[in-house]
């Protein structure tokens, strides 16, 4: 195949995975794919998500912010839809008032190609066949079994609340929904059947779509909750885990120090949320079991890489590696607590009623299709390290996360890092401009008034061959981002962030922090400097009206950290 066509891209989004859970960010889990990547790539250090997955995704396909882009909340989370009816950016689906990046792509000539979790509408009209995608095979909602083992939506039993309601709509292959019963493989695994599927699509291509450059989404559900993985895979990490988070921790804390990702002074931010007891102070049980729980994450992590692998080897054969903008993210940071448990296992069916009944969390069954487990607070503190919390929190813990680009034309050194700041919502115009494609607003996209893109192009910075002293991608000490989800607020200018928490994660004050001195959020200056945290708040209000927020005045439960009981009712 030529290569002298217009570059390819490759965007791979893990779920839920942790800043240093692969060995380019100081994980011990086997990622050798990842580490060859990122070897022959940059690993981007300092780069933010949204603090939860679907506002994320929204951000990725937009360029923009979430609360413009339709997921201003997340679609489950929604319980009182009348409070958003007619609230634009809150649609609970991608909008239309974005130029979905697929989607301009599709205009361009690219083929558009996608397996994997979506998470950013159910209805067809919403669904990627909709949004410029020419092939898909897709699971739509938030999370699954995965090895879809489903028994609680069989015929007769008490429906879950779901914000996909039907489980007949989780998955559609190219536009046409699947039956989950008797239409997806008999070996389905989450993480090998999304590769299988984008390999089968790469793999058939006509000659006239050899022709056209691929733009391909590869977005896995793993290491998402429900804990899922080859029991072969979960022996081998068997005995790695037995000290405990807080071990894990200083050792991946170590481990970044070493590879020069964080400071050697850096302070760690305490571990926070709902933890487990101190390690020490669990039985035998409860430290074996704790510690099955992230012997089978970790599996699930190594299942990742190996098929990774398989993609690489196949752009290898067909000589289009080399052509090919791969991207690896996360799409937050790991999660701490069972963000979309209550609205999916919940309503009149309460999440601890359904496990008992339909699954078995017993010792050794723990990582099997017929159980139902997540690894709570104090490993995913562990993995977020040194940041402070985890998935929902609006610290560094729930945005910042691991990033890392294979692009060989980038003058930027193989191996190194970069820890200019960066955002998913540059995404889409880094990869605009690699393709030689403008973003069309402000002309009317496809008979629709667009938006146009908050992120910045990383071309620039990545084409300087020293990441430190070169251009950096927004203006270090002006450019100014805020995050919003669930009530918690945050705005950042230069090396300053303030955030705004209600408890018991905060106390409905702004706090102030010098990231750079303070990546772990620890020591508040809100009284120190009284006039930049002014200045921060004025800030906030102006991101606030430009993004059209919309405060409802609600509780989330997500936010108030109170543990799940799974002893049945």
């Known amino acids: 195949m030529s290569t002298a066509k217009r570059p390819n891209f490759l965007v791979i989004v893990a779920d839920d995975l942790g800043f240093s859970d692969i060995g380019p960010f100081g994980g011990e889990i086997k990622t050798p794919t990842l580490d060859k990547l990122a070897r022959e790539g940059v690993r981007l250090t300092n780069f933010h998500t949204a603090s939860a997955c679907s506002p994320t995704r929204s951000m990725l396909f937009s360029g923009s912010d979430h609360h413009i882009a339709g997921l201003g909340q997340m679609a489950e989370h929604m319980g009182n839809r009348d409070l958003f009816k007619d609230k634009p950016g809150y649609e609970g689906y991608l909008n239309f008032r974005v130029a979905a990046l697929s989607e301009i792509l599709q205009d361009a000539g690219y083929l558009t190609l996608m397996s994997g979790k979506w998470h950013l509408g159910a209805a067809k009209e919403h669904a990627p066949c909709s949004r410029g995608f020419d092939k898909g095979f897709v699971y739509l909602p938030g999370s699954g079994n995965h090895y879809n083992y489903e028994p609680q939506f069989k015929e007769g039993e008490p429906r879950p609340s779901l914000a996909v309601a039907d489980p007949k709509t989780f ?15 008999s070996d389905f695994y989450s993480t090998k059947t999304f590769t299988d599927e984008l390999l089968q699509y790469l793999g058939t291509r006509t000659t006239e779509e050899k022709e056209k450059p691929f733009f391909s989404y590869l977005a896995f559900t793993a290491p998402h909750w429900p804990l899922h993985a080859p029991k072969e895979i979960i022996e081998m990490y068997k005995g790695i885990f037995d000290e405990g988070p807080e071990s894990l921790r200083r050792k991946r804390l170590a481990r970044m120090i070493e590879l020069g990702l964080v400071p050697k ?3 760690p931010a305490p571990m926070v949320g709902l933890l487990d007891p101190e390690w020490d102070q669990l039985s035998p049980q409860e430290r074996a079991e704790s510690a099955r729980k992230m012997e089978t994450f970790a599996a699930m992590v190594h299942v990742i890489d190996l098929h990774l692998q398989r993609i690489v080897d196949y752009l290898t054969s067909t000589g289009e590696l080399d052509n090919t903008f791969i991207l690896f993210m996360s799409d937050n940071g790991a999660e701490g607590t069972l963000l979309e448990a209550l609205p999916m296992l919940g309503g009149a069916t309460s999440l601890g009623a359904l496990i008992n009944k339909h699954y078995n969390n017993e010792l050794e069954n723990i990582g099997q299709k017929n159980s139902f487990t997540w690894y709570g607070a104090s490993w995913a503190c562990a993995s977020m390290a040194p940041s402070r919390g985890f998935k929902t929190w609006i610290t560094e813990g729930g945005i910042r996360c691991p990033c890392l680009v294979r692009y060989p034309p980038f ?11 960066t955002t998913v919502m540059d995404v889409l115009p880094t990869i605009l401009e690699l ?4 973003h069309p607003h402000p002309a009317p996209f496809r008979g629709r008034e667009i938006v146009a893109p908050r992120g910045k192009s990383w071309v620039p910075h990545l084409s300087s061959p020293d990441l430190t002293s070169g251009p950096s991608v927004h203006d270090e000490n002006t450019a100014v981002t805020g995050w919003e989800l669930f009530g918690l607020r945050a705005i950042r200018e230069g090396k300053w962030k303030a955030i ?6 905060g106390n409905e004050q702004w706090e102030l922090y010098d990231m750079e001195a ?3 959020e620890i020591h508040d200056r809100a009284e120190k400097e009284p006039e930049v945290l002014k200045r921060l708040i004025q800030h906030w209000n102006v991101y606030y009206n430009d993004v059209g927020m919309f405060d409802p005045d609600v509780t989330f439960h997500v936010v108030k950290d109170k543990r799940v009981e799974i002893s049945a009712p």
């Open 265 to 267: 002074d850096v302070e």
């Open 171 to 185: 998955w559609m292959r190219d536009g046409v929904y699947l039956d989950r019963r008797n239409e997806l493989p």
């Open 435 to 438: 393709a030689g494609v403008q």
């Open 518 to 520: 303070d990546p772990g």
């Open 411 to 421: 003058a930027a050194k193989p191996g190194s890092h970069t820890n200019t700041f």
């Open 500 to 505: 705004y928490m209600t408890p018991p994660r």
